[in-house]
T-cell receptor, first 113, second 116 residues
Framework: DAKTTQPPSMDCAEGRAANLPCNHS???????VYWYRQIHSQGPQYIIH???NNETNEMASLIITEDRKSSTLILPHATLRDTAVYYC??????????????FGIGTKLQVIP | DTGVSQNPRHKITKRGQNVTFRCDPI?????LYWYRQTLGQGPEFLTY????????KSRLLSDRFSAERPKGSFSTLEIQRTEQGDSAMYLC??????????????FGSGTQLSVL
């Protein structure tokens, strides 16, 4: 899997948009960008993923640059419950078979009241 | 609740004892991962099963560690002769078996191991 680079920490005011960047300059053409988050003492939780088009779901939006070398996860109206560590990973999303999935240290997002 | 169940949630043991953790995956998921996570770090890959076959093991998985997945259902991770450095959160995650662009890892809540 390609490596990703994320800032170790970020702050965001409650009610504002949180924009979490991720660099994945060595991403391959068949690799998707996935985002997970981990709230303290729980397992990581899937948020969203995409290949090259921007994606939106009930939790967040994902913006992927045209060259696919970076992406941004957007939480449109951050709440205190969004305080968590956010992981960006890249992996083949349609393999049906084995692939190693590796995590970096992620970005610790602190939402401030 | 993701549908992946891990037991126990917490385990405190003395150095030198053996411990075993269990993961019950989502029933139709044939791919299963074990990870270890220490404070301030992301999950580190330990091992992977596809059905009952253990296809990859990390070098982190010393000979004191063994994992099984009999009949491709639940999985167990055993640590023999525990050391204080084994203290960590042990996470289980599963992937569905179909070929799909929506493959997502589903994680359990983990087992927090403390070795005294």
């Amino acid at each position: 899997d390609a490596k990703t680079t994320q800032p170790p920490s970020m702050d965001c005011a409650e009610g504002r948009a949180a924009n979490l960047p991720c660099n994945h300059s060595t991403i391959s053409g068949n690799e998707y960008v996935y985002w997970y988050r981990q709230i303290h003492s729980q397992g990581p939780q899937y948020i969203i993923h995409g290949l090259k088009n921007n994606e939106t779901n009930e939790m967040a939006s994902l913006i992927i640059t045209e060259d696919r070398k970076s992406s941004t996860l957007i939480l449109p109206h951050a709440t205190l419950r969004d305080t968590a560590v956010y992981y960006c990973i890249v992996r083949v999303g349609n393999s049906g078979g084995y692939q190693k999935v590796t995590f970096g240290i992620g970005t610790k997002l602190q939402v401030i009241p | 609740d993701t549908g992946v169940s891990q037991n126990p949630r917490h385990k405190i043991t003395k150095r030198g004892q053996n411990v075993t953790f269990r993961c019950d995956p989502i029933s139709e998921h044939n791919r299963l991962y074990w990870y270890r996570q220490t404070l301030g770090q992301g999950p580190e890959f330990l091992t992977y099963f596809q059905n009952e076959a253990q296809l990859e093991k990390s070098r982190l998985l010393s000979d004191r560690f063994s994992a099984e997945r009999p009949k491709g259902s639940f999985s167990t991770l055993e640590i023999q002769r525990t050391e204080q450095g084994d203290s960590a959160m042990y996470l289980c995650a599963t992937l569905g078996g179909g070929v799909s662009t929506n493959e997502k890892l589903f994680f359990g809540s983990g087992t927090q191991l403390s070795v005294l």
